[in-house]
């Protein structure tokens, strides 16, 4: 232990690696016992952010026949001094090597953590990749929502879990017990363990050609299902939540109470990954909600709650569950808040949703600025519903708006740069009629990346040239009142290609690794360079694979994970929508 006080004194932020908050577990490793390190591909603050690891945490040690523990990436200082030092990636709780654990499970929340989990492995004295791994090895798994594709991740992943981990992976972790004591080789496990609901393993798979054209992958042995449907959590009022929670030393990016109130969306937007892979929309009760909230404060002190899912304000019994929470723990000074508002004026006289949200902020995504390209997205919002809702909302004391956009779709993208300028100042502007000056509008803007199981899954990705153009318009037209701030292109570019990617990105993503590239998501560390020629040297072009759109009748890399909607609704959709 000397010599990792001696690691963390060099450190930027140790509080990341040290373990021992508030409501952590700690147990003995023994033979009885599967040990479980539950991995996040990104820094501490971000990791303990995500709500779905607590839940899996705190779940899985629920068990006395399971240890689990918690690693995420480290900073790049940490890696340099755990390289410099000889030593592995460690395990929070109890500083075990990562590689002694029986299960490593990594959480795919976000394309641009891909490397992240290479670089972790080969921290960890993990083979990286799973052909080559040993017996003696930990079995690697992955879920989250990027395993609805996991064919770039295949060359490195044992085993995805396709849909809520929550019903899957104790089971998984049972089925693994028993092939353990039945020392079961690697391959043999892996292949009984592909029978299980929802479970993917990739080097069970062989891809088929007629030429140059992908015919689908096909199960290499009997018994290996053709289709791997998700699991489903079928009643979120039953569903497992965390109470006594850990409450993290050091500052994370959400420090908050997060309650799913709803799972999956009853919104048709034709462009959104979530909603569709997330179907169909379940409900917790508010009086389940309520009695979550109250016993998770009593565990952890935290003095916000954050009242979570795909589109909160879609919760039919909202305003009695905000009147609920504010009667059992306002007068603790607790507070509510919604993570996005409905564009509908009747939304606000609502009782008890006015106190619920902070009058410093007010936001909406209309998605985009034009009615007809927000109908074609199915983000069908009327531009005079949007400013009637906001007007009522200036009249009881917002200052401030933020609104979110995509640009990218089919169609004149300058042109819908400037829509979304006009648009945003008279958001702005409508200030003045209720009570005088302009509103401050914070403007973000993305690139459109399509993703997999979407009706929006056969296009490409616009043209950097012409995102970039209508970056510089937005730009342009910004003032005091009005800023814009454009994701990142480049970034964007990459992600389109691991989103919508095959097999063969495995290689690309083992090279990027390779020359240097981890943290992508993160604006500072990013290496395009190192992308390009990864991109090179596999005989491919970053900006080409971006932009490649599939007809509707190509099998597509994930044609064979059923993760959302059937694929004739989805290509229905895709009609519909007349881009």
């Keep these: 232990m000397d010599d990792l006080r001696q690691i963390l004194s060099k450190v930027q932020k140790p509080g990341r690696y040290i373990g021992g908050e508030t409501n952590c577990v700690r147990k003995k490793f023994t033979q009885d016992r599967i040990s479980v390190a539950l991995a996040y591909p990104d820094t501490y603050e971000v990791g303990m952010s995500y709500l779905g690891l607590r839940i899996l945490y705190h779940l899985l040690n629920e068990r006395d026949d399971i240890v689990c523990e918690r690693v995420f990436a480290p900073w790049p200082d940490m890696e340099q001094e755990l390289r410099g030092n000889g030593r592995r990636l460690f395990s929070l709780e109890s500083k075990t090597d990562i590689h002694r654990f029986d299960i490593v499970g990594f959480s795919l929340s976000y394309e641009l953590t891909y490397t992240n989990v290479l670089n972790m492995l080969d921290l960890s004295g993990i083979t990286v990749e799973a052909a080559k791994r040993g017996d003696d090895e930990p079995l690697v798994i992955a879920g989250g929502a990027c395993c609805c594709n996991p064919e770039p991740m295949s060359a490195f992943i044992d085993a995805f879990l396709i849909g809520d981990a929550e019903e899957a992976l104790p089971g998984f972790i049972d089925a693994y017990r028993e ?16 029978r299980l609901g929802g479970v993917y393993v990739p080097r069970l798979y062989s891809a088929r050609y007629e030429g140059d054209k992908f015919l689908g992958l096909a199960p290499e042995d ?21 109470v006594k929670q850990i409450v993290p030393l050091v500052k994370i990016v959400h420090d908050r109470i997060a309650v799913e109130i709803m799972r999956g969306c009853p919104n048709g937007c ?17 009086g389940r909600i ?23 304000v879609n919760y039919p019994y909202l305003p009695e569950l905000v009147e609920g929470l504010n009667a059992d723990l306002g007068d603790k000074g607790v507070g509510v808040s919604i993570p996005s508002l409905r564009v509908d004026e009747a939304f606000y006289a609502l009782p008890g949703i006015l106190s ?27 531009t005079e519903v949007l400013e009637r809702s906001v007007r009522l909302a200036y009249g009881h004391g917002w200052r401030r708006v933020k609104l979110y956009f995509m640009v990218g779709f089919p169609g004149d993208m300058d042109e819908e740069a400037k829509k979304i300028l006009v648009l945003s100042r008279d958001i702005s502007r409508l200030k003045r009629e209720v009570s005088g000056g302009a509103a401050e509008v914070k403007v973000s803007v993305n690139s459109f990346v399509p993703k997999a199981h979407t009706p929006f899954q056969w296009l490409g990705m616009r043209p950097a040239e012409g995102l970039l153009r209508a970056r510089n318009i937005l730009r342009s037209g910004s003032t005091k009142k009005v800023t814009v701030d454009f994701h990142d292109v480049d970034r964007s570019m990459l992600e389109a290609c691991l989103a919508k990617g095959d097999r063969a990105l495995a290689g690309v993503i083992y090279a990027a690794w390779k020359k240097g590239a981890k943290m992508d998501g993160w604006q500072d560390l990013f290496d395009l360079a190192a992308w390009e020629g990864s991109f090179r040297e596999k005989g491919l072009d970053i900006r080409s694979y971006a932009l490649k759109a599939s007809a509707l009748d190509d099998v597509l890399p994930w044609s064979h994970i059923k993760a959302g909607m059937d694929e004739k609704n989805l290509k229905e959709e895709f009609i519909n929508s007349e881009l």
């Design 179 to 194: 092939l353990k004591r039945g020392s079961v080789d690697r391959k043999s496990t892996l292949k009984r363990l592909a």
């Design 222 to 242: 009997d018994g290996v299902p053709p289709v791997v449907k998700k699991n489903s959590v079928a009643d979120l009022e039953k569903a497992y939540y965390p």
């Design 270 to 286: 034709r462009f959104c990954q979530a909603g569709n892979i997330n179907k169909p929309v379940r409900l917790r009760s508010p």
């Design 290 to 312: 309520r009695e979550i909230c109250r016993e998770t404060y009593a565990a952890t002190g935290y003095e916000r709650i954050a009242l979570l899912s795909l589109s909160s």
């Design 356 to 382: 619920a949200v902070r009058k410093a902020g007010l936001t909406f995504a209309p998605e985009a600025a034009g009615e007809g390209m927000r109908r074609s997205i199915g983000k069908d919002i009327k």
